[in-house]
């Protein structure tokens, strides 16, 4: 037995000095960074340095509050389309499935660059299609990048776009492991439709319902791609700036890397608070 564990982590050897040098030790070293003054040379231990600015900067607070924002309207909206789009792929009166699943997936396969070029497209003020599609219905065009809240909703229409079709087909698997014998059962006493949606397939699907919010959460308290692409960079005036908008800026732009250590650290550990908090409150009761 000694023998065949000695031979296991010896086939795991390579992975895991991989993983120490370019993982572990990474996150080691930027817990590590920031508690150091690292706009000085050389740098200096300084404890309070990084994270005192973090509780009085004004920026990491409308970072924050934007992240914070984009996550209780735009995860909540994405997971109930994406249990629609199950239910609706899951029914037998769909023709063509296997399509409309590839379909609803293809997003996520789309470079982030690239559908972010074709949103700030089709969002434009002057020859966008949604303002074409406006005008046509006799609506005035609205100027999606100049205003905060316009622009802020273009953001969580094309996180939502991305990530619900890829949260759909994760649901449906959780859809297609409901035993049918449960809806019949419920058809023979003559529940409604309705009613074995909510009282039969919500309930069996919560466990995969937290999960993908768990995902969407963290995925969320990481968004940087769309509000750097799509709204130049947090515009207009920050007000879409995320906070991994702000560690960029803080990191790569003004190479303040204790400063942005610590931004991550807090993002990380927000990530997991509000996780816990999701798990706690939807636990089953015992």
Known sequence: MRYQNATAYRFLAPYLLIFSIFWLWPIISSFLISFQATRTVPWRFAPTFNWGRLIGDP?????LKNTLLILVIQVPVMITLAIVMAVLLNSPLLKARGLFRF????????????YSAVF????????????KLLNSVGLPRIDWFSNVTPAMAVIMIAVSWRWAGYNAIILLAGLQSIPQDVYEAATLDRVSKLKQFFYITLPLLKPIIVFCAVLSIIGTMQLFTEPFLITERGGPGGGTETLGLLLYRQGFKSLNFGYASAIAYTMAGLAIAISLVQLWLTRDPK
């Open 59 to 63: 920026a990491f607070f409308n970072a």
């Open 103 to 114: 379909a609803f997936f293809a997003p996520v396969v789309v470079g982030e660059v690239a």
């Open 120 to 131: 700030r497209l089709m969002f434009n003020l002057d020859y966008g299609i949604i303002n």
